[in-house]
C-alpha cells in the first residue's frame, strides 16, 4: 500500500528501527522490492534517484510504474525521490504524488546550501511532502565528495533548524557505490549526531556496511538506511549466473527475472538485519 514517507520513517525512528530504501532503476526493482518487502513482512522505501531519471530521459513513466507497483504491494511502501539537484524535478515529483524528495545541495557552501535547501523545504511542506537533505558530503557520488568528511553534530542540528527539513543524511565513514562492504562505520559519531539532530538520521552509502555494523548503526541512531549498489549486485551476479547456464536464451524475461529474484531475497534478508 502506497504511505506517505513520514509515517514509516516517525514510526520507526520512535521504536529505534531501521527503514530500508532501495533503489528503482527499471520496473524489475521495483516489483522485486515489494516482493521482498511482503515476504519480510516489513515496510520499505522505493527510490528513484536522479541518475535514474537521466537514464530513462524522463522521470514520469517510471515514476508512475512504481507508484503503481507501491500501491498493489500488501506492506507500506513509500515512493521517494533520491538525490536530487534540479529543483523543477523535485517540483515535478512532488506533482505525480512522491511521499518525500531528498534535495541535494551538498555540493554548495553552507550559506548556499541553507538558502536553497529551504526553499524547496518551503515548497514540500506547502504540499504535505517530507524532505531529507544532506550535509557533510557523503563520500563517492559522481566524485564529488570527499570520502573522509564527517558531519558535525552542532552544525547538523543548526542546519536543520535553519532548513526545517524532515530528515538529515549525514557523513559518518560511508560512501557511495562501494563494491566491498568494509566501509568503517563512526558508531560514536553516529549516537552524538542523534543526540543532538531533532530529526531522522539517513545513512547512505550502505552497500558498503557490512551486517553486524548494519545492525550497529541503526542502534546507535540510524533510522532510514540507503541500499543500492549491493542488490545490483545481487541483479547483475543472478543475470550472469543465468546466461552462462543457458547461452541460448534470448527471452529477456528468463535473465531479468532471474534478477528480480535475486533482488527481492536480498531485499527480505536486508529488512531483517534492520530489523524493519
Request: charged residues 20%; contains cysteine; aromatic residues 4%.
Amino acid at each position: 500500500m502506497l504511505t506517505p514517507t513520514a509515517d514509516l520513517v516517525t514510526a520507526a525512528r520512535a521504536a529505534g528501527r531501521g527503514v530500508g530504501a532501495f533503489n528503482v532503476i527499471q520496473l524489475e526493482h521495483a516489483e522485486a522490492l515489494v516482493a521482498g518487502a511482503e515476504k519480510a513482512g516489513a515496510p520499505v522505501v522505493l527510490q528513484i534517484s536522479e541518475n535514474a531519471v537521466k537514464y530513462h530521459g524522463a522521470l514520469e513513466p517510471l515514476a508512475q510504474a512504481t507508484l503503481a507497483v507501491a500501491r498493489s504491494c500488501a506492506a507500506p511502501v513509500a515512493v521517494h525521490l533520491d538525490h536530487a539537484t534540479d529543483v523543477a524535478l523535485v517540483r515535478h515529483a512532488v506533482q505525480l504524488g512522491f511521499g518525500s524528495v531528498m534535495y541535494d545541495a551538498s555540493a554548495m557552501s553552507y550559506v548556499d546550501n541553507v538558502a536553497a535547501t529551504t526553499a524547496v523545504v518551503r515548497h514540500c511542506h506547502e504540499r504535505g511532502v517530507y524532505v531529507e537533505a544532506e550535509l557533510g558530503e557523503v563520500g563517492g557520488k559522481d566524485g564529488v565528495h570527499a570520502p573522509g568528511a564527517r558531519t558535525d553534530p552542532d552544525e547538523a542540528a543548526a542546519y536543520v533548524a535553519a532548513t526545517g527539513v524532515d530528515a538529515l543524511a549525514v557523513a559518518v565513514g560511508t560512501s557511495h557505490a562501494m563494491l566491498t562492504r568494509d566501509a568503517t562505520v563512526d558508531f560514536g559519531l553516529i549516537e552524538r549526531l542523534r543526540a543532538t539532530v531533532p530529526v531522522p538520521l539517513v545513512l547512505h552509502g550502505s552497500s558498503g556496511v557490512a551486517d553486524d555494523d548494519l545492525r550497529r548503526a541503526v542502534e546507535a541512531g540510524m533510522t532510514k538506511v540507503n541500499i543500492a549498489t549491493q542488490l545490483n549486485k545481487a541483479f547483475t551476479a543472478a543475470v550472469r549466473a543465468h546466461l552462462a547456464a543457458d547461452p541460448a536464451v534470448v527471452d529477456t524475461r528468463r535473465y531479468l527475472g532471474a534478477g528480480r529474484e535475486a533482488v527481492a531475497a536480498e531485499v527480505a534478508r536486508l529488512l531483517g538485519v534492520l530489523g524493519a
